[in-house]
């Protein structure tokens, strides 16, 4: 048995150790707000939070995320109130299809952590997400309305 | 027209009370049906598509999906306005994939003979050769259509229809003249003191037949139409909630990851289940005819266990082909001459060969994958003869037709419940649905609900492609620098009809095609034939220009003393981006435009090369749809419509050897992102021409912008994409196709 801690709350899963975390998160506990894109961590999709930092859960054996905090799109919010990202993201009306966006959000949360004040190329450097549909004016005034929130 | 009679509206009392208006093409017949199937206590439609609740609150009907696009938003504004509704007291919901709600709308157009419209949208019939009504069974979401055609045929019209049946029954509640009834903001009122809110008097008006040809707004009296408001489905697209097909989650259901024979056309002869079935979680192997999928409990293990499969295929006679012989053969095709005319005008055959020098130039653009984000997937669950669908569909009705076909049921046992889509492009269109023909072949094979996935290795060697596609230009010019000549000969001409069209006044053009050069699966790709088009014909044009000596953008100037439409947007994007000053040192601009779906549109792409690596700093798109009807979600298409064809012009390359596709994952098929995206500038011109398209028209100039911007900079004219493949300082080319 595995426990992964996940948005604060524990869970056990009998799973292989080389299981990616994006397959634990969507097919064993159901949370589906991660997205698989490409699963070769060329795409940014699948992008959660652990302890605080961005990463691509596609190649991620979950063994790795065991005894660490791991944050989905769905545990940003703080009870009804959606994270500033989130509200930028509202705000801006960046999603398209939308398909990406948990990623670029999550990428976004953690870039906005580390630089709380982001230039334009620090957005470059940290945003390499793809967005298929192509709202890349949105996310990055998003980005920076969040920053100015 | 005949048909046009039937252009009716229709109107009556709900099952459970309360008011619904429609719109359609439709057999009266249907009416009755379409209010049962959107009955919901304390409600009255008023039609097929508009539903009011006696606490007031509008329900829209859109018989269209949301892509991206915004339509679930546009539509219901539009159908909002006409009936004065108070905005935030209107909701949608996507109107069932029944007959009830085809949209005949879009097979209106048509039949008008609007060429701006692909044939794909009306099945692969022959127009002629079926019986109207079939047209009739429509809810395909693409051709950058459905505002064009349903909001402007359709939702506006059901809008002021259930209006007028609130005033007829206000008016006779109060007995006062109709012409005396204010509606406004959901309310109904009259100078006397008395008021209603629509919800209290939809009953009523659902006594009353709705107006077969109710006034519509002029342009100056709209409220909502024209505002950029935000769009209904984006909240659950920030939260993680938003369930698009691959997030479907049953009771008992299985995951299944499938691999087709990699060479298109080719079957499966053998697999030895053994390595999968010793597996953890795996349930089954199930063989198809071409194509070999594993059933597990979760996504992961499928797809590990797929890969531990070696399948034997018989690959057929498509194993031969290779990038280099596909494109031999459209060379041949155009040596050999077996062309198709099209859009032809004088005798440009005499005029190329009295002029004094002809400027000839061939173009190359390879096949191109949708790569939609979300890749394909569709979730099946037989109970007996009843089988249930669930994914994302540019087309519900289409899909459920499909769905019923392929499994042999009526279309009354299959139910068709829709997801939140993660792209369509064109991809998830009704002549592509292997998808869900795939979901249910292996339904049928396992208990209880599974859903079938095509990973992303898949999803792009099994796609249906942008066609690659030669050119060969010819054109010649008089003294000043007037085109007296332009042949455009190319293979392949799929859709629409327009997109080989050129807008400049040309005494003497034609545009003749060579056909049947295509072996690999043909898709609808955003935009389209302007793709391509758009790229040999804005190239080509540009190389005129500098062989008349002029300025490119001058040069389209002069040539569009016809299109005053086209010159205003032309003009417009040279303002944006001050095309009179010089950019800063180092860079250039490469200007463009095309009309596509009745949009016009104009871009000028600015550059730079530096340590050899191109940079699209920015692009000014000037647009003129018409009249648009949420420029934010307008604007935000425009913007992505150009990111897509950016980043075809940039990297996007399917090569075919052996017969298969070549390319796996966004690693050999990469997309532009964040630090390639160009600055963009976005001005919408609303000529009040007919309403044009907003998905797709992005898409058309770009390549050809950028390409005409690295030719001011460098001096080297780049006629093969992708640009990637190229030394852009010298111009020649890295890798063979
Ligand atoms: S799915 Fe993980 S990076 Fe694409
Ligand atoms: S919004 Fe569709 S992929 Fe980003």
């Known amino acids: ?149 | 027209m005949a048909l046009s009679r039937r252009l009716v509206i229709f109107g009556g009392v709900a099952a459970a009370g309360g008011l619904a208006v429609g719109y359609a093409l439709l057999p009266w017949s249907t009416l009755d049906r379409a209010k049962r199937l959107i009955a919901k206590p304390g409600t009255t439609p008023l039609s097929a598509w508009v539903r009011i609740g006696t606490d007031n609150t509008v329900t829209v009907f859109v018989p269209h999906s949301e892509i991206g696009q915004g339509v679930h938003t546009s539509l219901p504004m539009m159908c909002a306005e006409e009936l004065d509704a108070d905005w935030s007291l209107v909701g949608m919901e996507q109107a069932p994939p029944d007959m009830a709600f085809a949209n005949g709308a879009m097979a209106l157009e048509y039949l008008r003979g609007d060429t701006s419209i692909p044939s794909f949208l009306l099945g692969t019939a022959v127009f002629g050769t079926r019986k109207i009504a079939e047209y009739m069974n429509l809810q395909t979401t693409g051709g950058s259509m459905s505002v064009r055609t349903t909001g402007v045929r359709g939702m506006r019209v059901a809008g002021a229809a259930a209006r007028a049946m609130l005033i007829k029954a206000a008016a006779a509640a109060w007995g006062v003249p109709e012409s005396e009834i204010v509606a406004k903001q959901s309310r109904l009122s009259h100078a006397s003191g008395k008021s209603a809110t629509y919800g209290e008097m939809a009953a009523a008006a659902a006594a009353f037949d709705p107006p077969i040809d109710p006034p519509l707004k002029a342009k100056k009296d709209y409220t909502i139409v024209g505002k950029p408001l935000p769009r209904f489905d984006i909240p659950a697209k920030c939260d993680g909630t938003a369930v698009y097909g691959l997030d479907l989650r049953l009771p008992g259901m299985s995951h299944a990851a499938i691999a087709a024979c990699p060479v298109f056309g080719g079957t499966l002869v053998s697999v030895n289940e053994a390595p999968a079935m010793a597996m953890r979680g795996v349930k089954k192997v199930v063989k198809l005819p071409a194509a070999v999928a594993v059933v597990a409990d979760n996504t992961w293990r499928a797809k590990e266990a797929l890969a531990a499969l070696s399948p034997v295929w018989n690959e057929g006679a498509n194993a031969a082909h290779t990038q280099a012989s596909i494109f031999a053969g459209m060379e041949k095709a155009l040596d050999k001459g077996d062309l198709t005319e099209d859009n032809a005008t004088g005798d440009v055959d005499a005029a190329l060969k009295s002029a004094k020098g002809v400027i000839e130039a061939s173009y190359r653009v390879p096949y191109l994958a949708h790569a939609t984000m979300e890749v394909m997937n569709c979730t099946a669950h037989f109970e007996g003869d009843k089988l249930t669908v669930w994914g994302g569909f540019q087309g519900g009705l289409d899909a459920r037709a499909r769905a019923a076909k392929f499994a042999g049921l009526p279309m009354e046992n299959v139910t068709l419940k829709y997801t939140t889509i993660g792209g369509g492009f064109g991809r998830r269109l009704p002549d592509y649905y292997d998808y869900i023909d795939k979901a249910i072949a292996v339904a049928r094979q396992v208990e209880g609900p599974v859903q079938v996935v095509f990973m992303r290795e898949e999803d792009m060697t099994q796609d249906f492609y942008r066609h690659a596609s030669v050119a060969r230009m010819k054109g010649a010019l008089d003294d000043k620098g007037h085109v007296t000549a332009w042949l455009h000969t190319f293979t392949e001409k799929h859709d629409p009809p327009e997109a080989v069209y050129v807008n400049y006044d040309f005494a003497n053009r034609a545009s003749r095609y060579a056909s049947g050069t295509n072996p690999i699966p043909w898709g609808a790709w955003r935009s389209v034939d302007h793709t391509q088009q758009g790229f040999f014909i804005e190239s080509f044009m540009d190389e005129l220009a500098h062989a008349a000596g002029q300025d490119p953008f001058e040069f389209r100037r002069a040539h569009l003393a016809g299109a005053p439409r086209h010159k205003a947007v032309l003009e417009a994007v040279a303002e944006m981006s001050g095309w009179a000053t010089p950019p800063a040192a180092g860079r250039a601009r490469g200007i463009a435009m095309r009309e596509a779906f009745a949009t016009v549109v104009a871009q000028v792409a600015e550059v730079s090369i530096q340590d050899g690596a191109l940079r699209v700093h920015k692009l000014w798109t000037a647009s003129d749809p018409g009249e648009v009807v949420n420029p934010a979600t307008f604007t935000a298409q425009m913007e992505g419509g150009a990111i897509y064809g950016l980043t075809a012009a940039l990297y996007g390359e399917i090569a075919i050897d052996k017969g298969r596709v070549v390319q796996q994952n966004f690693t050999d098929y990469e997309m532009v992102r964040m630090a390639d995206a160009p600055e963009q500038h976005v001005r919408i011109i609303e000529s009040g021409a007919r309403t044009g398209g907003a998905g797709e028209p992005g898409t058309a100039p770009v390549a050809a912008a950028v390409c005409n911007a690295i030719f001011a900079l460098t001096g080297q004219r780049i006629r093969e994409l992708p640009l990637k493949n190229f030394d852009l300082t010298t111009g020649k080319k890295l890798t063979a196709a």
């Not at chain 1, 799973?15 to 070769?40: F, H, Q, S």
């Not at chain 1, 961590?41 to 961005?54: K, N, P, Y």
């Not at chain 1, 859960?57 to 940003?76: F, Q, W």
């Open chain 1, 1 to 149: 048995m595995i426990t992964l801690n996940v948005n604060g709350v524990p869970h056990d899963v009998d799973v292989e150790e080389a299981m990616p975390l994006l397959w634990v998160l969507r097919d064993v506990l159901n949370m589906t707000g991660t997205k698989y894109g490409c699963g070769i961590s060329a795409c940014g999709a699948c992008t959660v939070l652990i302890d605080g930092v961005a990463v691509r859960t596609c190649v991620v054996p979950v063994k790795n995320a065991v005894g660490r905090a791991i944050t989905t799109i769905e545990g940003l919010k703080q009870g009804d109130t959606l994270h500033k990202v989130q509200q930028a993201w509202i705000a801006e009306q960046v999603p398209q299809c939308g398909y990406c966006q948990s990623g670029q959000i999550m990428a976004a949360v953690a870039l906005l952590t580390e630089k709380p004040q982001p230039t334009d190329d620090d957005i470059d450097a940290a945003m390499t997400n793809v967005c298929r549909c192509g709202a890349y004016t949105q996310i990055r005034a998003a980005i920076h309305a969040a920053a100015k929130a």
